[in-house]
C-alpha cells in the first residue's frame, strides 16, 4: 500500500533528524532586563548621578560578557570559535544586532544621562518592552514617543533605540534610515556613528569609510575605544563565514590587515586571515600566514586546523598529520580532542572511511572519557553502520555524562531498531515530553518510516505506531505539529492499521483526525480502506472522487496509483472493459513498475488468455525475483496452461518469498500435486484441510468427490474447474 525508508537513528549528517548536534543556545537581550530596571528607579527620582554610574556599570559588565563571549587575544583563547559562532548565524547581521546590544542601549542612557534626569512613563516602558523582546510594544511606544518630542533632547536615543529594534527583527533598510536621521541632527554622536559605520563595512564593503566612522566613534568615547579592535574582529569572522557577504571577502582581508596593524599580536587575527585567504583560493598566502603565527603561538590548535585544511586539496595525508599533531600538543584536553574529532570528520564524511573515523573518536576519548562531542559523535557512527547493540552501549554511556532529551531520543530510536518497543517508548516518552517543538516532529516522521523495515513484522509495526499515537494525543499533537507533519503520521498510521486488518478503526481515523479537504494522497487511502472493509461500491466513488482531483501537477507516479486502483475495483467486479484504460493510464506514467504487467497480466487471465497473460508475470518473476506475486501469478498461469511442472516450481519460490501463510496458494500447491499425479492422496487432503470462506463449500464437495470411486479424468476436471470458476477470485486485486 505504501512504500517508505527504514527508521534511522537520530544523526548528524541527516537533513531530517539534525538533533545530534548540539548547538549553544544563544543569550536574550532579556538578560540586560534587571540592569535596565535599576536604571528606571532612578529614572523616576530624576537622580542623573546614579543613572550614569548604573550606567557605566552595566557598560561594563556587558563589555566583559562581550569579550568572553568573543575570546579573541587572551590566553588560552580560540579565536576559530568566534568564526564558528558567526558561521553558524547565517542570515543574520550578528556584528551589528547581537554582539554589541547591550553596549548601545546602555551607552544611549550614558550619552543622555547629563543633559536631563527625567524620563517619560512612555519611554520607560518602551525600555522594559525592548529589554524583554516585546519589539512590536517598544516600536509602536517609541514611534509615538517621536511625534511628541518634535526633535527633543530625547530623539536621538529614540531613534538609536528604533535602530536596534529593527535589526532585531531583521529589517537592514530600516535599521539604516533610522541611523541615518539620527546621524543627521546629531552628526556626531558616537552611538550612531558606530553603527553607520559597521554598517559601511558589513554590509556595503566600504571599508576606508566605515573604519572613520568608527575611530570618530571611538577617540569620542572610551567605551568604543576599547571595544573597537573585538568588534571588527567580529564583523571579519561574519563577513568570513556568512553567504551573504561573500562578495566581501576581500574587503574583509582589507579590514583584518588594519586590525593586524592595529595589534600584530593578536592571534585571532592571524587565524582569520588565514581563513580568508584560503576561502579566497589564496592557499600559498594563507600558508604563509600560517607559519609567521605558528612562531608567535606554538601549538596553537586553531592554527593547525587552518594548516591541515590549507594542505588537504594537494596532500590530504600532511593535512591529516597537521590535525593529529594536535593531540600532541600541551594544550587543554577539550583543545586537544579538536584535532581527533578533525581527523574522524575527515575519515567519517570525505574518505568514507568509517573504521578509520572510529580510531580518531576513540583517540579522543582516551584524552577524556566523557567528551560528549566524541562520545555523542561515535555513538552516531555506530548506529549509521547499523551497529545498534553497540550505539545503544554509547548512547548509554553519554547518557551518564549528558542526559538531554537528544541523547534519550536516540536511546529511544536504537532500542525499536533492536525491536524493543517498551524499553523504547520509555525514553521516547521522556525525551518528547521535555522538549516537544523540537523532538515530536522527528519522532512522527521516523516511525512512520518504519513500513519497510517491519513489512515483516506488522504487529510489531502496529505497536510501535500505537504508542506513538498515544504519545501525540497526549501532548497535543495538532498544536504541535504542522497540517503536513499531522496529515503524514496519521497517514502512516492508517497504513498500518489497513496491514494488520484493522480496517474499522482506520477508517475512524480518517473520518476524524485528518482535515478536510483531504489530499489526494488520504483520499485515495480512504478508497483503499473502504475496500477493506468490502464496501466496494463506495471504495469506487472514493476512487472516483480522488481521480477527478488530478490535474497537470499531480506526481505521475501518485496518478499511476490512483489509476491502479481504480482498475482494481473494476477487474474486482470482473469489468475488464472499463478497466483496461485505468491499467493502460498507469503503464503511461509508471512503465517500470512490476504493478503494471501484474495488471496487464491479469487482464488476459480474466478473458482467458492464459499464454498471452503468462509472458507478463514471467518478466515480473525475473526482474523482481523477491516479487510473491510474480511468482504467484506464474504458478496459477501454468497450472490453467497444464505446465504443472513448472508451476509447482513457482509454487516453491513463492512459498520462500511470502511472509505469511496464502490459503490460495495452499490451493494452488495441492491441486498440483493432484493434476501431476504427483501424489493425488496427499493433494487431497490438503485441498480439503484448506479453509477459504469464498469458496469453502465447492472446496467441502470437491474434497467428498476426490475421495470416493470414480474417474481420474473427471477429477482433474473438477479441479481445474474449481480455478475457472473462481478466477476472479484467484486473480486477486490486493497488492
Known amino acids: 500500500m505504501s512504500r517508505s525508508a527504514e527508521v534511522n537513528v537520530c544523526s548528524r549528517e541527516s537533513r531530517m533528524w539534525r538533533v545530534g548536534t548540539f548547538r549553544p543556545i544563544r543569550s536574550s537581550p532579556s538578560s540586560l532586563h534587571t540592569e535596565r530596571t535599576t536604571v528606571l528607579h532612578h529614572v523616576r527620582t530624576n537622580d542623573s548621578s546614579s543613572i550614569r554610574n548604573l550606567a557605566q556599570d552595566g557598560l561594563k559588565q556587558a563589555m566583559e560578557d562581550d569579550s568572553s563571549a568573543k575570546n579573541t587575544d587572551h590566553a588560552g583563547s580560540s579565536p576559530s570559535r568566534t568564526v564558528d559562532t558567526a558561521a553558524n548565524s547565517q ?47 517598544a516600536k509602536q511606544i517609541f514611534e509615538e514617543s517621536l511625534q511628541l518630542e ?9 531613534q538609536l533605540s528604533l535602530a536596534r529594534i529593527a535589526l532585531a527583527q531583521d529589517k537592514i533598510k530600516d535599521a539604516r534610515e533610522w541611523v541615518d536621521k539620527c546621524l543627521a541632527s546629531n552628526p556626531a554622536l558616537p552611538s ?30 572610551s567605551v568604543f575605544k576599547k571595544q573597537l579592535v573585538p568588534e571588527l574582529v567580529a564583523a571579519i569572522s561574519w563577513m568570513n563565514s556568512n553567504p551573504v557577504a561573500n562578495a566581501n571577502k576581500d574587503a574583509a582581508i582589507r579590514l583584518c590587515n588594519y586590525v593586524l596593524a592595529k595589534q600584530p599580536n593578536l592571534k585571532g587575527g592571524h587565524i582569520l586571515m588565514a581563513q580568508l585567504l584560503r576561502r579566497s583560493g589564496r592557499n600559498d598566502q594563507a600558508l604563509d600566514v600560517i607559519n609567521t603565527a605558528n612562531k608567535m603561538f606554538p601549538e596553537t590548535w586553531q592554527l593547525y586546523e587552518e594548516w591541515g585544511r590549507c594542505l588537504l586539496s594537494t596532500s590530504p595525508t600532511l593535512a591529516i598529520a597537521k590535525w593529529e599533531e594536535i593531540g600532541k600538543f600541551d594544550i587543554p584536553p577539550q583543545d586537544k580532542i579538536r584535532g581527533w574529532l578533525i581527523c574522524a570528520d575527515y575519515a567519517q564524511n570525505k574518505l568514507r572511511d568509517f573504521p578509520m573515523a572510529v580510531k580518531y573518536l576513540q583517540k579522543s576519548l582516551i584524552v577524556c572519557t566523557d567528551n560528549v ?21 554509547g548512547f548509554s554511556r553519554l547518557q551518564k555524562v549528558s542526559s538531554t532529551p537528544v541523547n534519550q531520543f536516540n536511546l529511544g530510536m536504537c532500542h525499536l531498531q533492536l525491536n524493543n518497543v517498551e524499553e523504547g517508548f520509555k525514553y521516547l516518552n521522556l525525551a518528547v515530553i521535555k522538549s516537544p517543538n523540537q523532538l515530536l516532529g522527528m519522532l512522527t516522521s521516523s516511525i512512520s ?29 495538532k498544536e504541535i505539529l504542522t497540517k503536513i507533519q499531522l496529515e503524514e503520521f496519521y497517514t502512516k498510521y492508517v497504513t ?40 466496494f461500491t463506495k471504495a469506487r466513488e472514493q476512487l472516483l472522487s480522488t481521480y477527478s482531483q488530478v490535474d497537470p501537477n499531480t506526481p505521475r ?24 484504460p485505468f491499467i493502460e493510464n498507469a503503464w503511461k506514467e509508471d512503465p517500470e513498475s512490476a504493478a503494471s504487467w501484474i495488471d496487464y497480466g491479469r487482464v488476459e487471465l480474466l478473458v482467458g488468455n492464459v499464454a498471452d497473460a503468462l509472458p507478463y508475470f514471467e518478466q515480473v518473476a525475473g526482474d523482481r525475483p523477491q516479487l510473491y506475486l510474480g511468482h504467484y501469478y506464474c504458478a496459477l498461469s501454468l497450472l490453467l496452461g497444464g505446465k504443472y511442472e513448472r508451476a509447482t516450481q513457482e509454487v516453491a519460490i513463492a512459498e520462500q518469498t511470502h511472509y505469511k501463510e496464502d490459503a490460495l496458494l495452499e490451493i494452488i500447491k495441492n491441486a498440483l500435486l ?62
Not at 554598517?199 to 564593503?205: C, E, M, N, S
Not at 507516479?557 to 478497466?579: F, M, N, P, T, W
Open 674 to 735: 493432484i493434476l501431476s499425479k504427483q501424489d493425488v492422496n496427499k493433494g487431497t487432503a490438503g485441498l480439503v484441510e484448506t479453509k477459504h470462506p469464498n469458496i469453502q463449500i465447492e472446496l467441502d464437495k470437491l474434497g467428498t468427490i476426490l475421495k470416493g470411486n470414480g474417474d481420474d479424468k473427471q477429477k482433474e476436471d473438477l479441479v481445474k474447474k474449481l480455478f475457472w470458476n473462481n478466477l476472479n477470485l484467484f486473480v486477486r486485486t490486493e497488492e
Open 496 to 535: 498500518i492499521l489497513a496491514q494488520v486488518g484493522k480496517y474499522p478503526e482506520a477508517l475512524q481515523y480518517l473520518d476524524t483526525k485528518i482535515a478536510r479537504p483531504l489530499s489526494l494522497v488520504v483520499s485515495l487511502l480512504r478508497g483503499q480502506v473502504l475496500a477493506g472493509l468490502q464496501q
Open 449 to 477: 518510516q518504519n513500513v519497510s523495515r517491519y513489512k515483516n513484522e506488522p504487529k510489531l509495526l502496529y505497536e510501535i505506531f500505537a504508542r506513538a499515537n498515544l504519545l501525540v494525543e497526549k501532548l497535543q499533537f
Open 150 to 158: 518634535k526633535n527633543g533632547i530625547h530623539t536621538p536615543m529614540i
Open 91 to 137: 542570515g543574520t547581521l550578528d556584528p551589528i544586532s547581537s554582539n554589541s546590544l547591550a553596549t548601545h542601549i546602555l551607552q544611549s542612557w550614558l550619552e543622555f544621562a547629563d543633559e536631563t534626569g527625567t524620563r517619560t512613563r512612555a519611554l520607560e516602558e518602551a525600555i522594559k518592552a525592548e529589554g524583554r523582546g516585546d519589539f512590536k510594544t
Open 192 to 221: 550612531a556613528m558606530w553603527l553607520k559605520g559597521k554598517f559601511l563595512i558589513i554590509i556595503d564593503g566600504r571599508i576606508s569609510e566605515g573604519l572613520q566612522l568608527l575611530n570618530q566613534a571611538a577617540n569620542s568615547n
Open 373 to 393: 562531542d566524541a562520545l555523542q559523535r561515535l555513538a552516531v557512527l555506530d548506529s549509521q553502520l547499523g551497529n545498534y547493540q553497540t550505539a545503544l552501549r
Open 557 to 580: 507516479i501518485l496518478y499511476a496509483i490512483i489509476c491502479r486502483e481504480l482498475a482494481h475495483s473494476y477487474l474486482r467486479d470482473g469489468k475488464v472493459g472499463q478497466a483496461r
